[in-house]
């Protein structure tokens, strides 16, 4: 049976990263007689109606009856597929590694052995999706445990709700704690697991989610398990980012961190990422759509080309998967045909091409 990847590109310059990925991965598939089929649905139209407009059905049902969908980076015009593939197939562990490799343009001066992995929760917290006029709330006199004063003293304003839900905090530190498990295992260490949450200012709603985490951890007693207050992770994350391996946290510092630890290494084009679920999976580069250098075919394909990967491995290539690193190395290591965001000059498609150069010759 071939495997079905839906295609999404999205947006500005991200969907040229998109398309060149696409063409490595067709030389791949030529190459190695890979049986993976293409498809293409329509996502919809940018527009005004964008947020109300439903997502197209054709579309969900490529993405439901498909084995995993690689993704672009949305300004707009994909953000309703986006938003399917989070909350639709239920993709609530966002895993982002961060390595840093030799020729990977980091500005730390000993970057060697950076190798850690965000699990971001994917689907709660802010991204609850609910806000609303502060109006709603202050007839019920609420009042601030840090302030002391009610809610309807403050006059106008919104607020926006956080929310961690004991199932999603169960099942996303379960993850971490398998990935950490299955990463100590191929590197021959002990797994260590850290989760970073501000149940200071925050002991209800980030204090659940510690605790939670905290059980659901000790159900794995060969990980060690360390919480953190998120304000010290990041500054550990980024004076010693080496003391790291799995890091889970909740989506907004999730999405904030994996940006952050990105830059540890050489910046958002080299961080790619894949959200599973119990209904499927789907990949995507971390970074947004660059839609300053749309247009200018040098926007840094690694980022995609990773996740590609990611997604290969997640269907069962593995020996595929690692090839396509390896000759992303092999790249970094040689230094001739890097874009301009890692101190070279070449474009996307040069970078491209030098990869499926190396693909062809390693499998001759
Ligand atoms: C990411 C992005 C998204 C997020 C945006 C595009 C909604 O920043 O994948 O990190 O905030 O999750
Ligand atoms: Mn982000």
């Known amino acids: 049976m071939s495997k079905q990847v839906v295609l999404i590109p999205g947006e500005d310059a991200a969907a040229e990263a998109f398309e060149e990925t696409v063409i490595v991965l067709d030389c791949l598939i030529d190459h190695l007689g890979l049986d993976i089929e293409w498809i293409r649905p329509a996502v919809g139209q940018a527009g005004i109606d964008e947020f109300n407009n439903p997502f197209p059905d054709q579309a969900k049902h490529a993405i439901d009856h498909s084995d995993a969908t690689l993704f672009g980076a949305t300004s707009g015009k994909s953000g309703r597929a986006l938003r399917y593939l989070r909350w639709g197939l239920e993709s609530y562990a966002n895993v982002r590694p961060v390595r840093w490799f030799p020729g990977c343009n980091s500005p730390l001066s000993a970057p060697e052995g950076i190798d850690l992995a965000i699990v971001r929760e994917n689907m709660e917290d802010v991204y609850i999706g609910v806000e609303g006029d502060l109006k709603i709330l202050q007839p019920m006199n609420f009042t601030s445990w840090l302030s002391n004063k009610p809610l309807n003293e403050l006059g106008e304003g919104r607020f926006g709700l956080k929310v961690h839900t004991e199932k999603s905090v169960t099942r996303i530190v379960k993850y971490a704690c398998e990935l950490a498990i299955k990463r100590a295992e191929l590197s021959n260490r002990n797994p260590i697991l850290a989760c970073g949450t501000k149940h200071n200012i925050s002991p209800v709603a980030d204090g659940y989610f510690r605790t939670i985490a905290r059980e659901t951890a000790a159900e794995y007693p060969e990980v060690t398990f360390t919480s953190l207050l998120a304000d010290d992770l990041i500054h550990q994350l980024i004076i010693n980012p080496q003391q790291f391996d799995v890091v889970v946290l909740p989506n907004l510092f999730g999405d904030l961190f994996s940006d952050a630890t990105a830059a540890l290494v050489g910046g958002l084009g080299l961080a790619p990422s894949g959200c599973y679920g119990e209904n499927g999976a789907y990949f995507e580069a971390v970074h947004g759509t660059a839609p300053d250098i749309v247009?200018?075919?040098?926007?840094?394909?690694?980022?995609?080309?990773?996740?590609?990967?990611?997604?290969?491995?997640?269907?069962?290539?593995?020996?595929?998967?690692?090839?396509?690193?390896?000759?992303?190395?092999?790249?970094?290591?040689?230094?001739?045909?890097?874009?301009?965001?890692?101190?070279?000059?070449?474009?996307?498609?040069?970078?491209?091409?030098?990869?499926?150069?190396?693909?062809?010759?390693?499998?001759?």
């Not at 075919?297 to 396509?324: C, H, K, W």
Request: hydrophobic letters at 30%; one cysteine or more; glycine letters at 8%.
């Open 295 to 364: 247009g200018q075919n040098i926007i840094n394909p690694t980022a995609t080309i990773l996740s590609a990967a990611m997604m290969l491995e997640y269907l069962g290539f593995d020996e595929p998967a690692r090839q396509v690193i390896g000759c992303v190395e092999q790249i970094y290591v040689e230094g001739k045909y890097l874009t301009p965001d890692q101190g070279g000059q070449s474009t996307t498609t040069e970078f491209c091409n030098s990869l499926k150069e190396k693909l062809r010759s390693s499998n001759k």
